[in-house]
């Protein structure tokens, strides 16, 4: 049982280019969320899934797009990378129960650097 | 829009000492209030929740109190001892509905000085 897991754990890209991070998560959780953390902040929701082939917006989620295909996993694109998004990101999953809100597990992190 | 504001953002106890750290939330129809420890370099992990119908909960040398009507909790750790060193985060779900979502504080660097 690996919990949820994220790739890559590092990454470096220049202006412009584009990456997917992907999380995977075996706890058959039906809820799965995408974070950035920078310093002072906290963490920050950038998008966020209900359920397969669902996604909703988050907080932060102007630069990026997410797609959930599988319920097993959730992953976060980005099209055209900005120093702005320099970040640690993190992925984190949920059970879901009727009118209530449960622990989320979260993952490594991806360390990002955008030069 | 709803948010958490956590205080104090750095806190630095002798190691024996208790610790604790408070957070208020705007969002009325939050009903649970995890929180977060944060080591260097890894990933935020369950430490202790509460849930809007209950005051006060306690795990070992945690404890975490819930006043609704003023919308705030607390995070208290007594005994500190230098493994408490972290980032401790407060959260609080977000809106009516079971979308599983929470809204984060800030943060608070908890050091422990042997």
């Given at each position: 049982n690996a919990g949820v897991t994220q790739t890559?754990?590092?990454r470096v890209l220049k202006?412009?280019?584009?990456?997917?991070?992907l999380c995977a998560q075996d706890m058959?959780?039906?809820?799965?969320?995408?974070?950035?953390?920078?310093?002072?902040?906290?963490?920050?929701?950038?998008?966020?899934s209900v359920g397969e082939g669902t996604t909703a917006k988050g907080e932060v989620p102007d630069g990026y797009n997410?797609?959930?295909l599988k319920k097993q996993n959730f992953l976060l694109g980005l099209e055209s990378a900005a120093p702005s998004?320099?970040?640690?990101?993190f992925c984190a999953s949920s059970y879901s129960r009727t009118g209530t809100t449960d622990t989320q597990y979260f993952g490594p992190g991806t360390r990002l650097t955008v030069l | 829009g709803e948010n958490v504001e956590q205080h104090p953002s750095t806190l630095s106890v002798q190691e024996g000492d208790s610790?604790?750290?408070?957070?208020?939330?705007s969002d009325s129809a939050s009903n649970y209030f995890p929180w977060y420890k944060q080591e260097l370099g890894k990933r935020p992990q369950l430490i202790i929740d509460i849930r809007s119908n209950v005051g006060e909960k306690k795990d070992q040398r945690i404890a975490v109190t819930l006043n609704k009507t003023a919308k705030h909790f607390s995070l208290h750790i007594t005994?500190?001892?230098?493994?408490?060193?972290?980032?401790?985060?407060?959260a609080?779900?977000?809106?009516?509905?079971?979308?599983?979502?929470?809204i984060f504080g800030q943060g608070t660097t908890l050091q422990v000085k042997p």
């Open positions: 890559p754990k590092f202006t412009g280019q584009s990456m997917t991070l058959n959780h039906e809820y799965m969320y995408w974070y950035r953390q920078d310093p002072g902040m906290g963490l920050r929701l950038i998008h966020y997410v797609s959930r998004q320099t970040s640690v990101y | 610790a604790v750290i408070k957070c208020t939330y005994e500190t001892q230098p493994e408490d060193s972290a980032v401790y985060f407060c609080a779900s977000m809106g009516a509905g079971n979308t599983g979502k929470l």
